[in-house]
């Protein structure tokens, strides 16, 4: 009895110190870089423990402007200092004759340091390149002066460059073949969650010294430099943004101060983006407390009378109705006295002071003709559906550039067999939803002609070095969207809307170009107090007879007769001509 009593006390001894070694073996050999469901790195996690560093370049990848500017990076010459120093002996005197600062604030700094720190904290102090070599030149151990790379407190387009954050279980979802870098940023919207795979970092660079439990040196005071090894990364992303446009459109917009809403300009021949603001801007800190970390120019809105550009384009590439038409345009879409009578007209007056019985009508005709007219037109107009430029590459046979809402015509089919229904759809109210980006893309196609393209964020993917990586082409379509009558006629009206006796947008004729385009006054279903809010819309294209730029302005949630979209618009365009005349002086 007592032997079996020891034989098994022996045994389970025996199997706690076999798990214990299993245990080890897991840890230390098998799961030593991604140990347990968490992911832990347990190296980088040991050699943390034992270690002070301080982070020069995380290694994500940069946004870059056309020209090929930094958008969201910047690079600052700062001193770096080791807390070490309050322990050695150093020359401390001669550092501060060098920066012109006083020896007693340096000291006091590094006494006061648990770790490596920039000289100047959240405001460093900026080394001139000849000052940066002279603090080298002295060859201190525990003082570095070099180029650290931050981001930029003021980003531009920064809801179409996207954000980021650090997010340890969406890493392994998205990258779980990768176990190092688990707390490395993330793209999570915008461009910067297009291009994560291309922008997640390879290894971050950092200084870093090895210390006791005390926090002093534990070899000596050397201080390493650790790099990545491969010279290629991190990749660059080249955008289409014009930095100087988009500045002054961003200043424009809050000049104007348009609170929900904003502008996106395109070049008309590439279909590139050129400039794009959304407004609320992003709270640091809070990015989603408000709607300022959405991009609203790629988010579907109500259009208002700006839809009626599809219905206009409709009837007269389908020959359903010719300029001797005319229509009541005395009355509503339901047959009651318009609260702004403008008499018996043809279509080519009713697109001009956008009477919305005329459109109500002939978006019953089309439908009656082929219920699936508007949503047809719609997206050969490149107004909604697939906008944005998708391709092949690499392993991704169908890459998006940039996620923009598809917007929609109808909610579901039975709107289409409600007379009142399509006739509300017709002037861009019940259900319909379109982009700012796709309405600036539908008076682009017009502007050529016609001719449908895609839009385009990214030109190109560089190495570090500058080499070209990917490189992203035009895309232009075959087939042309619309005749090359129906085209010019609706460069006419678009035209008409401004140069017109009666139209709508009258304003704008005293811009610096020539413009063509359409307004827009959307009912939204919301109120403040007893008065309902609006979306007010302008988009056209400009120069008229030479178009080079598409632009859609939208003033969001603001009374009927407050927030006017013509003086943004005109600043813009004004704006736009100023700076092309610099440019073409210079």
């Not at 070694?21 to 832990?40: D, G, M, T, W, Y």
């Not at 200092?81 to 006083?102: G, H, M, Q, S, T």
């Not at 073949?177 to 969650?193: C, F, N, P, W, Y």
Request: glycine share 8%; net charge negative.
């Amino acid at each position: 009895m007592r032997k079996k009593r020891i034989y098994f006390f022996s045994g389970m001894v025996l199997l706690i110190m076999i798990g214990l070694l299993v245990r080890l073996v897991q840890i230390q050999l098998l799961e030593a870089e991604s140990f347990s469901k968490h992911h832990v790195n347990l190296i980088e996690n040991s050699v943390n423990q034992r270690t002070q560093q301080l982070i020069i370049d995380e290694g994500r990848g940069s946004f870059l402007d056309r020209d090929g500017e930094s958008i969201n990076y910047e690079t600052k010459n700062v001193l770096v200092l080791f807390p070490f120093l309050a322990r050695i002996e150093w020359d401390a005197k001669k550092v501060a004759d060098i920066l012109k600062i006083n020896e007693e604030d340096l000291l006091k700094d590094i006494e006061e340091a648990k770790e490596p720190f920039v000289y100047g904290g959240k405001a460093p102090y900026i080394l001139s390149e000849v000052q940066m070599n002279k603090v080298n030149n002295l060859q201190l151990k525990g003082v570095f002066a070099l180029k650290r790379k931050y981001p930029k407190g003021e980003i531009l387009a920064e809801q179409l460059i996207g954000l980021t954050g650090e997010n340890e279980e969406r890493f392994h979802a998205r990258y779980p073949d990768r176990v190092k870098g688990a707390t490395q940023k993330i793209g999570i919207s915008g461009l910067e969650k297009a291009f994560d795979e291309w922008l997640i970092a390879e290894q971050e660079s950092k200084l870093i010294y090895h210390v006791d439990a005390r926090g002093g040196p534990l070899f000596g005071v050397d201080v390493k430099y650790l790099a990545p090894a491969n010279p290629f990364y991190p990749l660059d992303i080249k955008t289409t943004i014009d930095s100087e446009l988009q500045k002054k459109l961003e200043d424009l917009i809050d000049q104007h101060a348009i609170k929900r809403g904003g502008a996106v300009l395109l070049d008309i021949e590439s279909g590139n983006i050129l400039a794009s603001v959304s407004r609320p801007v992003v709270q640091q800190g809070t990015p989603f407390s408000n709607e300022g970390a959405k991009n609203l120019m790629t988010t579907q809105l109500v259009p208002g009378s700006v839809f009626k550009t599809v219905v206009a384009s409709a009837a007269i590439d389908l020959n359903l109705v010719d300029e001797s038409a005319l229509f009541n345009c005395d009355e509503t879409i339901y047959g009651k006295p318009a609260p702004k009578p403008h008499g018996t007209i043809n279509i080519n007056e009713s697109f001009a002071v956008s009477c919305n019985r005329t459109f109500a009508d002939i978006a019953k005709k089309l439908i009656e003709e082929d219920d699936q007219t508007l949503d047809r037109y719609a997206e050969k107009l490149g107004l909604i559906g697939e906008i944005g430029w998708k391709g092949s590459v690499f392993h991704y046979e169908d890459f998006e550039q940039l996620p923009i809402d598809s917007g929609r015509i109808f909610i579901n089919d039975g709107e289409r067999e409600e007379a009142n229904y399509v006739a509300q759809t017709g002037i861009g109210q019940r259900e319909v939803r379109v982009t700012p980006l796709g309405v600036a893309n539908m008076m682009a196609t017009i502007a050529r002609g016609g001719k449908k393209q895609s839009i385009r964020t990214v030109s190109s993917i560089h190495y570090k070095n500058g080499t070209e990586l990917v490189d992203f082409p035009v895309q232009k379509e075959d087939e042309l969207a619309l005749s090359p009558y129906t085209a010019m006629k609706m460069q006419q009206y678009l035209r008409n809307v401004v140069a017109g006796e009666s139209g709508t947008a009258k304003f704008l004729q005293t811009a610096a170009y020539e413009i063509a385009g359409k307004t827009g006054t959307a009912q939204t279903g919301q109120y403040s107090g007893e008065k309902e809010l609006y979306n007010k819309w302008f988009a056209g294209y400009f120069p008229f007879d030479s178009p080079k730029y598409a632009l859609a302005v939208v003033n969001m949630d603001v009374l009927e007769y407050e927030g006017g979209i013509y003086p943004v618009f005109k600043d813009i365009a004004d704006m736009i001509h100023s700076n092309s005349q610099t440019g073409e002086e210079s």
